[in-house]
């Protein structure tokens, strides 16, 4: 391999350009450099070569410090993205349909705030890692920089002990975003990054208050939901009220919620491939997802997962057995299948949406 003879650093604007003197190695094409340099100037110190078979972090301490300086120093500098821009139609259109129940967020934004902010802070401090800049340091900067870059505050981050590689976010005013430690054991840090800003979409796209509410009803909180509407209507006419309005939440929201749900994740992708500046660690995450382990890696290729995922679109739309067939197969998932996401991620980055905003 040979070493990039020169690097820029960008951040919003072009910040720096100079020698390699890094001691890394990795070959920047004039495509992948764009990548590159928003990774750097992201905070996650990696080259990503131009055929994507390597990945190199800077080992170099000063280049690390130097790099954390230029973020540091703009980062009020930077424009956030407005969601208006990139969230899914199906998203707002399913999200439409879940406003119109009558009272529902403001009553159950009130109940959810009060009963499990507290709780689930002292859970997740007993019980999980709390990543802080000390703590996890590269996960934190990680999300620092999304958070910069897509306009929100920095949620709270935990890391849990769970082989599932997964990673979800709640909370109705203050957000706390969950990483299992299974995610971090599958990924490479690329797709750590596109999936830390997935998260970060959710709360950019205000998917927070019904992906809270949603995940009650969904993960059997229906139960619960049915014990406090019963105690609620024991408090007067406001808590019958609020009580009658929790009690709607029941079975026959979960499709509403399934449906929106995975509506919701099309909008987090977008989140995603904005913040990496490319489709490729999304839709190698949802090969990663597919196909698990990292011992493939040398093997795997990405286009041809993405013909696959096309193919599989292709089927889709022609024949309506299997549109039926997918629905009965997803209609109790919160995610959308995983070729149907790298196909909408492939969508997305091909755009002239996605061009613009890349472009600003
Ligand atoms: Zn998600």
Known sequence: MTQPECVHFYFGKKVCSFQHTFGVSGVVSQQSELCVFRCVASVTHFFIDRKRMSRVWFSDYKAKRWTQNIVKQNLKSTNPIDCEQYIHSLDKAALVALKKIPLLDTICAKLLSIMNDKQNTIINMSTKIHITEKQLPKIYRMVQSICCKIGIDMPELYLELNREPNAYTYGTEKFTIIIHSGLIECL????????????????????GLYHTIGGMVLSGGAIGLHELSNYLNTK?????????????????LELAFFHWFRCSELSADRVAIICCGSADPVIETMMRLAGGTTHIDSEIDKDLFIAQAADYQQSMEKDIVNKGLEFLLTKNDT??????????AQKFASSDDFKEIAQA
């Open 188 to 207: 490479q840090d690329d797709e750590l990054y596109a999936v830390l800003a997935h998260e970060c979409g959710h709360i950019a796209c205000k998917h």
């Open 335 to 344: 995610h959308p299948l995983l070729a149907v996401r790298a196909y909408e």
């Open 236 to 252: 007067g006419v406001v808590g019958a009220i609020a009580g009658n309005v929790v009690s709607a939440v029941d079975s026959a």
